[in-house]
């Protein structure tokens, strides 16, 4: 409760963005193989964010 207000940092934000493309790319994989490709690319690249930020 006390952190109900609190803000997410930066690192958090693309944590969270990066979790859910990896989920949404596990989905599509059964589905569809070139769209669940583009997701982990793009999910790639926000992983590159995150660690950038940690440096």
Excluded: H, P, W
């Excluded at 999910?43 to 964010?49: D, F, I, M, N």
């Amino acid at each position: 409760m006390f952190g109900l207000f609190k803000k997410k940092s930066k690192k958090q934000i693309l944590e969270e963005k990066y979790k859910r493309l990896i989920e949404e790319a596990y989905r599509l994989s059964k589905i569809n193989r070139k769209a669940s490709d583009a997701k982990t690319a793009e999910a790639e690249e926000v992983l590159a964010q995150i660690e950038a930020k940690s440096k």
